[in-house]
């Protein structure tokens, strides 16, 4: 079955720090560029963070630059996410994302997974 | 950054009717690098539209997109029950994606 598990929320203190796992399935994951998005509770979606198949190209949404780091592992089909110096407006559902079309470096979204709770908190 | 500005906020129809959603960007998006998702309550986003004009897999034909530039609409030709939610635009052309603050289709 093709899908994508993410997990690593929960509740944290300002100023700490998490890290979030995407677990993916049923498609051949180093072929495609990856994405975390977030969605605070009631709000919309935000994007938050991108990486290319390769990792050699990556990018972030100006609110988490310099606090939050993306990365993948091939061997274990995974996508994470570093969390740093967390603030209170980081609390949100944190979803992955796979691209929709392994030929491209950038596309549409796809692939969802059920996303991971992130709230901080003091 | 491309900001994205969706109207109208909400949408109040009937099943069977028309509903039309718009997505204005702040400059224009190459390539038509548009996108449209749905969401539910509780669930994760769904995959619509891509490539402004392109459904996804799946995809009913009542659904269809158009627009390019800076101007772009999803257009739903007959609501079904399933389809009231919330719909969000995003663009993908740039290198800080950007999502449009949603419209959400509730039951009139």
């Known amino acids: 079955e093709v899908q994508l598990v993410e997990s690593g929320g929960g509740l944290v203190q300002p100023g700490g720090s998490l890290r979030l796992s995407c677990a993916t399935s049923?498609?051949?994951?180093?072929?495609?560029?990856m994405n975390w998005v977030r969605q605070a509770p009631g709000k919309g979606l935000e994007w938050v963070s991108y990486?290319?198949?390769?990792?050699?190209?990556?990018e972030y949404a100006d609110s988490v630059k310099g606090r939050f780091a993306i990365s993948r592992d091939t061997a274990q089909d995974s996508l994470f996410l570093q969390m740093n110096s967390l603030r209170v407006d980081d609390t949100a559902l944190y979803y992955c994302?796979?691209?929709?079309?392994?030929?491209?470096?950038?596309?549409?979204?796809?692939?969802w997974g059920q996303g991971t709770m992130v709230t901080v908190t003091s | 950054e491309i900001v994205l500005t969706q109207s109208p906020g909400t949408l109040s129809l009937s099943p069977g009717e028309r509903a039309t959603f718009s997505c204005r960007a702040s400059q224009s998006i190459i390539s038509s690098y548009l996108a449209w998702y749905q969401q539910k309550p509780g669930q994760a986003p769904r995959l619509l539209i891509y490539g402004a004009s392109n459904r996804a897999t799946g995809i009913p034909d009542r659904f269809s997109g158009s627009g390019s530039g800076t101007d772009f609409t999803l257009t739903i030709s007959r609501l079904e029950p399933e389809d009231f939610a919330v719909y969000y635009c995003q663009q993908y052309g740039s290198s800080q994606f950007t999502f449009g603050p949603g419209t959400k289709v509730d039951i009139k």
């Open positions: 994302a796979k691209i929709r079309n392994a030929k491209w470096l950038v596309d549409a979204f796809d692939l």
């Open positions: 049923g498609f051949t994951f180093s072929k495609y560029s």
């Open positions: 990486i290319s198949s390769s990792s050699n190209i990556i």
